[in-house]
């Protein structure tokens, strides 16, 4: 799976193609494009300048997890998402649930209400909203992405989530939910889960990455998950693409 980086740089416009992810790179261009297929591409615009502070925070950029679990995704059988129902939990600029969507998936992307415009901005960017990209069929088959506010651990957040959660996804997927922010606070992992498990019903598959920052936030992760679903495993990496089979971050697979 090939991507493209455009910025800038000392002034000037510059452009990078790269085949697995370098985060140093990837967080300062300000739009990404992903091949997902050789007909496929997802784009994502996104606010390098906003990752820090009290603006956009850790959901202006892309991050290692949402990279590979893309790939994961893009290796699969060609229709195995093809009219099925998703969601993402934390999108921040929505990669994962744009490639379902571009896969062919009905994808509810969701964060915090401060993301929404920039989520809003990347579903229109890829023409996966209500209105059909110039030229197609009105027969033809595709995906789309609609885009929705939850917080979990919020007043309230429950009752957002029993209302999501009539749809009966498929599949819930969520990338990098688990860390430290810059201000030092982390986000609640029985709430994440709490989250995670009211958007499934019995045959959902819950795919979540999380990355290596710790024993102490791993051991917090599988607690609160166990907690929750019967079923939770980690993905071998020998499951993943070859450039995507990072050290620092594991795929666990979870159901009721």
Known sequence: MRFWLEGWEDGEPVKSCLEAPDRWQTQAAERVTIEIAPDKLVTVQQQPRSLTGARLGVGACLWDGAFVLTAYIAAQPVDTYAGKRCIELGAGVGLVGLALARLGAQVTLTDKPILLGLLRGNVAK????????????????????DVAALEWGSKGYEATISQLATAKFDFVVATDCTYIDPDGNTPDDDHFMTACAGLCHENTMCFVTFEDRGTVLRDNFLAAAHT??????????????????????????LRL
């Open 228 to 253: 929750k679903f019967r079923y939770v495993k980690e993905m071998h990496r020998s499951a993943l693409p070859q450039h995507y089979q990072l050290e620092h971050i594991d795929v666990w697979e």
């Open 126 to 145: 890829n023409w996966l909203g209500e209105r059909p990209p110039p030229g197609s069929s009105p027969e033809s088959r595709r995906g789309k992405a």
